[in-house]
């Protein structure tokens, strides 16, 4: 039995929202609870695999392992009492709640100032100037300009960069997109709405500079993208390049407002364990940005830090 430890969960850097290594160190402890919680899916996966008669049966299991681990991430949140650096009020209900065709999944890319570590609101932008990087600020800028290129290279004239999701079976879905310019402006005035319509304080929310977004896929498509994740880790023939192909369908296809990184990042490695052992590619630390912005071509390569975790 492959044994999981907190080694194999390196902290996401959207994690690390402070320069303080004492606090970022604080952070990277979630990374055994994450571990134990694995451990545990792991070995109901195991144990109930065992017993199945059919690929649908299989799948069943699968999605059931995959709300055990949502259960848990809700949870922990429900006991915890906030998180590091600036935004809008914490919210445990979030990590339950499903994702709408109303409520899409923005997330902003490129230099965001309130993910420098002590920077201050300055009004007129609506940006947060100053401070000192962070591990978070340094990978949104990054993962700003990779987004940038993927407009450049593939010759997007408007505000809109589609990312087309290539299932197994042959069929195309519409998976998330990249959404920068007027375009981008207009959400942001848009989660400024939402976020004043649930009561909350929006006027240090940052909506200025030259935003870029991430958006979540039409519903329908998510579910068919995340249905297709469970069938392909679902089958006993899994390999290691399918185990990828399964990975980067969960990451387009998040099931909740908040939370589904995690869920998906300890769900996968609880899976891999369980299906691959030893062979079970590694989790990069930054498998979220990495599906959410390069494309399922270069996001689904096996890269050196993938190699299997023997």
Known sequence: MTTITADL????????????????????LFAAEQATAAATVRDILLETLAATRSLAERQAVMRTA?????????????RATGRLGTGIAYSAERFRT???????NYDRLGPVGRLRDGATWDGPSHTY??????????AMATYGKEAAARFASEDIEGDVLQNWVELPD???????RIIRGEAAHTIGAELAARV??????????ETGGDPMYTATPDPANSDTLFAAALQLLADPDLTPADFVTARYLLFQAPRTKKGSDAVNRTFTVAAG???LGHNAPALPADIDLRCYVL????????????????
């Open 9 to 28: 969960f390196p902290t996401s850097p959207l994690a690390l929202r402070t320069a303080d290594p004492a606090k970022q160190a604080r952070v990277r």
């Open 66 to 78: 995959h709300q055990e681990v949502t259960t848990w991430r809700y949870t922990l949140a429900a």
């Open 196 to 205: 004043a319509a649930r009561g909350l304080d929006v006027s240090r929310m």
């Open 295 to 310: 494309g399922q071509h270069t996001a689904t390569r096996l890269t050196h830090d993938q190699e299997p975790t023997r």
């Open 129 to 138: 100037r100053g401070g000192t990087a962070t591990p978070a600020y340094d």
């Open 170 to 176: 042959g069929r195309r879905v519409a998976g998330n």
């Open 273 to 275: 364990a369980a299906l």
């Open 98 to 104: 499903p994702i709408t065709a109303s409520t899409t």
